[in-house]
């Protein structure tokens, strides 16, 4: 009987545990999708607004 209890301490040390790690993975998950989704965001302005300049430029040309 006393080994079970043992068992069910360390089983609840454990699982107290699991949810720290759980925890960091979670936020460790969330830091590199906004730092990734951050990269994406300015890539594609990067293209756009490149993309806009370059049909500016071709509307100008076509003014002048």
């Known amino acids: 009987m006393s ?8 089983t609840a040390v454990q699982a ?3 949810r720290g790690l759980g925890g960091y993975a ?3 998950l ?3 999708s ?3 989704g ?7 302005n990067t293209t756009v607004s490149t993309q806009q300049q370059q049909q500016l430029g071709m ?6």
Not at 3 to 10: A, G, K, P, Q, S
Not at 38 to 44: G, H, L, P, S
Not at 59 to 64: A, I, L, Y
């Open 3 to 10: 080994d079970l209890e043992n068992l069910l301490r360390m």
């Open 16 to 18: 107290e545990s699991m």
């Open 26 to 28: 979670g936020g460790m």
């Open 30 to 32: 969330m830091a590199a």
């Open 34 to 36: 906004k730092v990734l």
């Open 38 to 44: 951050e990269e994406a965001v300015n890539a594609t």
């Open 59 to 64: 509307r100008g040309g076509e003014k002048s």
